[in-house]
């Protein structure tokens, strides 16, 4: 008989939502539907065991109200008779929740570097699959103990609970990091992981579920938890649900000329965004319009904050979002090809713009100025301290669209 597990990571209670105090309120009531969403399919997919890789909580530690609002949405689990075991990642380094918090048994919490091994139990109560399980004291851990992985047991299911980097995603140092090779040279079935937020499957039975409700607009797309099902010996079959009813996506719209009003803007926006909703969800986007649009009078004039707010507002209504948020950095069309190959300084300014896009030494001779004019590039870009030539002309090069523009547009006004 096969095993089923249903796999979660990265829940982060308590992590602080941006927008106004009532999306930031119904985002979390939406972050505590979405746990509760994750023990119904538990019990109604009447799984074999929850696990829970990780980041459960944003700080250390569970707040007051969380704490007791996972309690609450796990004890059915327990009662329905489905263990569950959780482990502790960099964010929860000080999680202190325990068997002792529920009045039903079953819950196992792994906060040890040193592992320790729980067992899945059949209803005669012979072993199925065992879970080694790790957790970390500490929000830094240079190394995942590799060699602290026990051998595999025969006949069963071996399933590894933990929250690390796995090295091939994305390499550096990042979480107690281990190659892919170190864990899967354990024979293990399946590693149940947490800490990588956007889902993902390294060689087939490393897997990270991806966080269960995305907390800020990076973390776009569906996001849920996962639905294992192992047999030992065989490549684990994973099912992704989505749970989280909101949903975010991140969206930039660079140069549009032709967009002349607001209106074309919001038809453009429509288009980008409809295709990232989810069915069943509500959606919360970040919209950045830069470079040149026809529309930017509308956009910085005084009029623009207003503008801008009650475009937010109608694509809400449109896509039936629950929060849209509108942001304009643009430059209005300006006839920049007409101030060509002329006899002044508006010309050669221009000039020098298309030699900075491709000349790397006038890009450096401009970060050397500007680090003597105490202009630190390294603060401006939040690079490393030691701004490394490539960013500083990667981060100059950012500057450039809608660039020509601005220059036109401020040269060629007239006094007032
Ligand atoms: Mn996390």
Redesign the pocket.
Known sequence: MPVRVLHA??I?LDCAYSGSERIAAQLKSMHLDALRALADLAIRESVDALLIA??SAQRDDFSYASRLAFIEAMEPVLKAGIPIFACR???DSSLSIGPDDFSTPGFTIYTDWRPRSGYIRDKAGTPVARIVGWGFDRPHEERFPTDSIPPAESGIVNIALA?LQVTDLAPGPGYAPASAAELLSSGYDYWAL??V?QRATVDGRLHYPG?LMGCNPGETGAKGASLVTLTPGSIPKIEFIPLAGAVWADAELSDHPEAETLSDAEDLIQEILEPQSVAGTRLCARVRLTGVWGCAEECLGPQGHENLQALSKSLERTLHALSIEVTAEVSPYVPVESFRNQPHILSQMLDMVDQLETDDELADRIYELLKKEKIDIAALTGYSKTAQAGKAREYLRSLIPGLREKMVHDMTKEDP
Do not use: P, Y
Request: glycine share 24%.
């Open positions: 990571a990265d982060h990780g980041d990642g960099n964010h929250h947490g800490h937020h966080n």
